[in-house]
């Protein structure tokens, strides 16, 4: 710990550091001669955990009932409930209204047609963001329309639009709630940082239980993904509302009601709209997860296609699902900064409102004259999966020599070495390790957290397979972070390249989870080093983001008063620049890993052995409690991680001294 | 609220705002601060505690249509002092009166009555609504009040003239300077006609030139409103150019309170004295410091200054002739002349 060595620490320092080590030694030692039990689990130690919680999953579901009322119907009902806006948006976006029945059915309204829906995009596009994000709405949605993509992007769409609604007025109402009781907000936060560390698939399994196969469980369950970031920046947005914003509405005499949403929301709405801008992306992510639940559209295309490994289509309807995903990052997050700087209209200028109806009566009226403008006639459709496919073949007709050499020795010198040693290491020592680590780090309670994580996995039996997550969490982690730290401190220095390695990372992280499989599996097909590519792929945009913003943000008179005392390049970096970017990079550390999280569990799909397989094969055999289980054993890995770099980042940034309690200001 | 007050006594006796004895202590609430010894306390004992005291014993009045500064160094307790006289924060003992009304025994409601009604405030940071062009920031206390939107947008577009914003209107907070920032603030502040006018050092965060114009600007409109104004500010030559009586204050504690011309000539201890030190005095001190009384029978000579006018306005005359120079009041009566020893040692500083 470099950064903590001055003179006047180095002796408590020394003599904990000799601490550490004492403790390491004696665990290494006890845990190698000490009793059998102590290096493997023993069964008395393993409950059936899983079990409990799916036996008392199964019978709220079957069994219990709310005031008479089954617990099942009344979920049923709920889903019932949430169908019908869901049906409304795809009869509105996607598919008009049919008449007749059988093979005699016609369609007798048409949806509103791409020309209309494509407009309504660009011209709120415009309005919000100016000719650039107009031009970009403009590429997305000719793509989707080129490449014959419409309709199902529309139905996805719809699915999109009801999960968001749903998550954002729920978010608002639970952040609002969390806001002005601090007692709730500790409930809310609590659960939610749980939520945000269970794997989607683990979400799937529940809901389908409880609401059944079908567009509206796909909803409940990407609703409950995108929940959390909509809570937490409501419950930020209406804290960081400034105290002399708040005192104006209370001397203008608001009541509670009025300061609540006249003075406070409305001034916090920049930073809601983030948090919308965030559920949004979170709701994209699981367009395809959903999918397997009966959601339609083009995650359903993506997974089909996965299945089958026919990439060339699969690619495609990825990039759709991107199209989409660019359009609505860009256009919500034009809003949120609209909402912070509000703008008047020049004199003349139409309201929005007013324009889009227009717009949409115009289209609508060429839409029924002119029939390519309802939809792009098929003949026309463009596609660019034979050649994919093609591509796929040559490479594992040309490079397959290449390729395989590296994936088998990846595989075999790095990998599973590594794999084997943490699977045969005791259990009691890897447990010993973390608790240390974690004292050393952050204290006792620290310590209690971690272990107290980490021995509940123990218990549930899960060791093993969750040995598998780490091994690979750690060999993609610490390669992303290899590679991308690199990159991001090169960026650092180089300011006119870092707007568009912005726009390229937003654009990375704006991609659906399963995309990055495709390359992956493409050249490596599936296996644990497929995996280890598509999590290193997905995990690396923050590590490179980290890395820039941590040393572009070195106080600009610390480097001056390094220049004017004769620093090199490199003593500049060694001595100022990475101190103080230090507790940034751990947080990087810390947001790569947890998307490596978030990326391994679908990884499952390519055929690792992990947890996350544990969830799929429980997803797939409708194992409720066992993929609740394993989902929570990934959440405590997360939590473990989190808490771990967290204290890291604090201890960097106060230089091992404890904060001194705030006094009280005016 | 007229009707609270006693028939016999005239309205203009009782001062609009008055306080007594009001502490604020961090970390303490009233019924503990009282057990523990009150104001009695002593800095140890309230450290002891571990609470802070910000506001000690402050005690004031506003008259009618007085501008009444409160000016301390950041630390010193002056913006918390401001707040307790409209319970923005509750202040932990003592007692605040508005028009002979004791506004902490007010309830909620009638809090909300007493602030839509008779208070306005200006905030440091301007505290605009950034989602609400300047129209609706400035209607923004009316609306609160559920005033119907033509009679709100009426009075909001007279107090944006008033504050020289016309066809600024529909702008955002955000595509405004600073002071014209401030000055929406302003036009907010006075939408509902309040008869007591907060200003938290509206023009702290302002360039020096602003910040001029704006003081300017604030004397103008006072000229012709005549509020009763208390005006928080850590600039003394900004409380000298505005104020009619200046509260010092320093750790909590209002060390002095007295017209700028009183705080020259007569500070009340060390810390003002070093405060006002570089004050050029004849900008401060009037005529009615430096005359010798005399009948009007006994002075003779055509010089004439009035009482009010400042020492450095009169200089010229003063220094331009070897006559006695009279001096009248504001009706024309001579009530002697000008003492020049006086006059020479105040700008010495000797006196």
């Not at chain 1, 409304?88 to 005699?104: N, Y």
Request: glycine share 8%; with cysteine; proline share 4%.
């Amino acid at each position: 710990m470099g950064w903590a060595l001055t003179i006047d620490n180095l002796p408590r320092l020394a003599s904990s550091s000799v601490k550490c080590a004492v403790a390491v030694i004696a665990l290494v030692l006890a845990t190698s001669v000490g009793p059998g039990w102590l290096s493997t689990i023993p069964d008395w130690l393993v409950f059936p955990i899983s079990q409990w919680v799916g036996d008392s999953l199964t019978w709220f579901a079957r069994e219990a009932s709310i005031g008479g009322l089954a617990v099942q119907e009344i979920t049923r009902g709920f889903a019932e409930l949430i169908n019908k806006p869901i049906e409304a948006a795809v009869v509105i976006l996607a598919d008009g209204l049919f008449s007749g029945s059988g093979l005699d059915i016609t369609q007798s309204v048409p949806p509103f047609s791409w020309l209309a829906i494509g407009g309504v995009a660009i011209i709120a596009a415009y309005r919000f963001g100016g000719s650039a994000l107009a031009l970009t709405t403009c590429i997305c949605v000719s793509f989707l329309v080129l490449f014959g993509l419409w309709h199902n992007a529309m139905v996805t769409l719809s699915n999109v639009l009801v999960s968001v609604t749903i998550a954002t007025l729920l978010g608002l109402a639970l952040g609002i709630w969390s806001f002005r009781s601090a007692h709730v907000e500790n409930v809310t936060r609590g659960i939610m940082n749980v939520m945000q560390t269970v794997p989607i698939f683990a979400y799937l399994i529940p809901t389908l239980l409880l609401f059944g196969y079908g567009p509206s469980a796909a909803v409940v369950a990407t609703v409950a993904y995108a929940l959390p970031p909509m809570v937490h920046n409501t419950v930020l947005a209406l804290k960081s509302v400034p105290a002399e914003t708040v005192e104006c509405g209370r001397m203008t005499g608001c009541s509670r009601r009025q300061l609540l949403w006249q003075v406070q929301l409305p001034t916090a709405l920049a930073k809601i709209a983030v948090g919308l801008n965030q559920s949004v992306m979170m709701t994209l992510n699981m367009v395809i997860i959903a999918s397997m639940i009966g959601a339609g559209g083009l995650g359903f295309d993506v997974l089909k296609a996965l299945r089958k490994l026919d990439i060339g289509a699969g690619l495609e309807a990825g990039m759709g699902i991107v199209a989409l995903a660019i359009v609505l990052d860009r256009i919500s997050q034009a809003v949120a900064k609209r909402a912070a700087h509000g703008k008047h209209r020049e004199p003349g200028q139409w309201p929005l409102w007013r324009l889009l109806g227009l717009w949409i009566v115009v289209a609508t009226g060429i839409a029924l004259v002119f029939d390519p403008t309802q939809a792009w006639p098929k003949d026309y459709v463009i596609s660019t999966a034979t050649f994919w496919n093609d591509l796929v073949s040559w490479i594992n007709r040309e490079l397959y020599d290449v390729l395989d050499a590296f994936r088998t020795f990846a595989l075999l010198q790095v990998m599973r070495p590594f794999r084997d040693a943490l699977a045969v290491a005791p259990w009691t020592l890897m447990i010993g390790l973390l608790t240390i680590g974690a004292y050393a780090l952050g204290g006792a309670r620290l310590a209690i957290y971690c272990a107290a994580l980490a021995f509940a996995i123990v218990l549930t039996g899960y060791w093993i397979p969750a040995m598998n997550s780490l091994y690979l969490i750690l060999i993609s982690v610490t390669l992303a972070v290899i590679m991308g730290f690199p990159i991001g401190f090169w960026l650092a220095s180089r300011s006119r390249y870092q707007t568009a390695a912005n726009l390229v990372l937003d654009t990375l992280q704006t991609l659906p989870t399963l995309v990055y499989l495709l390359p992956a599996v493409m050249l490596f097909r599936i296996g644990d080093v497929s995996a280890v590519i598509a999590v290193i792929l997905y995990a690396m945009a923050p590590a490179i983001r980290y890395g820039m913003v941590g040393m572009s943000q070195v106080p600009v008179a610390r480097l001056e008063a390094a220049q004017i005392t004769g620093c090199t390049g490199w003593q500049t970096l060694r001595w100022i620049r990475f101190p103080a970017a230090l507790p940034t990079l751990l947080i990087g550390i810390n947001q790569t890993i947890m998307m490596a999280f978030s990326m391994l569990i679908i990884a499952a799909l390519i055929g690792t052995k992990d947890l996350g397989q544990e969830i799929l094969i429980a997803l797939n055999r409708s194992l409720v409690g066992e993929g609740i289980v394993a989902g929570l054993c990934v959440a405590c890995l997360a939590l473990i991680a989190d808490a771990l770099l967290k204290a890291g980042a604090v201890r960097a940034s106060t230089h091992g001294h404890k904060k001194k309690d705030q006094e009280h200001g005016e | 609220m007229a009707n609270d007050i006693p028939v016999s006594q005239d309205s203009n006796d009782v001062p609009m705002l008055s306080c007594r004895g009001i502490w604020k202590v961090f970390g303490a609430n009233k019924s503990k601060f009282e057990q523990s010894g009150g104001s009695d306390m002593t800095d140890e004992e309230l450290l002891a505690r571990g609470w802070t005291a910000a506001v000690r014993d402050a005690s004031f009045d506003v008259a009618r249509g007085e501008v009444f500064v409160i000016m301390g160094l950041s630390g010193s307790g002056k913006s918390t002092v401001v707040r307790c006289l409209s319970r923005l924060i509750e202040p932990t003992s003592g007692e605040v009166n508005v028009e002979g009304q004791d506004l902490l025994a007010a309830s909620e409601a009638k809090l909300l009555k007493i602030r839509r009604q008779k208070m306005g405030m200006v905030f440091q940071h301007f505290a605009l609504l950034p989602n609400r062009d300047v129209l609706g920031n400035v209607a923004f206390p009316l609306q609160v009040q559920d005033v119907a939107r033509s009679q709100r947008e009426e009075r909001a577009r007279e107090m944006i003239s008033l504050v020289g914003l016309e066809g600024r209107e529909n702008f955002f907070p955000g595509e405004l300077s600073g002071g014209q920032q401030q000055r929406v603030g302003i036009a907010r502040s006075l939408a509902s006609d309040p008869a007591i006018w907060f200003l938290d050092e509206p023009f702290s965060a302002l360039d020096p030139l602003i910040r001029a114009d704006l003081q300017d600007e604030l004397l103008r409109l006072q000229d012709q409103l005549h509020k009763t104004t208390v005006f928080i500010t850590h600039d003394l030559d900004e409380s000298i150019k505005i104020a009619d009586r200046i509260a010092i204050m320093d750790q909590g504690r209002i060390v002095q309170i007295g017209s700028p011309e009183e705080l020259v000539l007569n500070p009340a201890n060390d810390y003002v004295a070093r405060f006002v030190k570089n004050v050029p005095r004849s900008k401060v001190v009037r005529v009615s410091n430096i005359i010798r009384s005399a009948t009007s029978a006994d002075v003779v000579g055509d010089w004439v200054v009035n009482i009010n006018d400042r020492l450095a306005d009169v200089a010229p005359r003063i220094g331009g002739s070897t006559q006695p120079i009279a001096v009248q009041d504001d009706g024309g009566v001579t009530v002697g002349y000008v003492d020049r020893d006086k006059f020479v040692r105040i700008l010495a500083g000797s006196a």
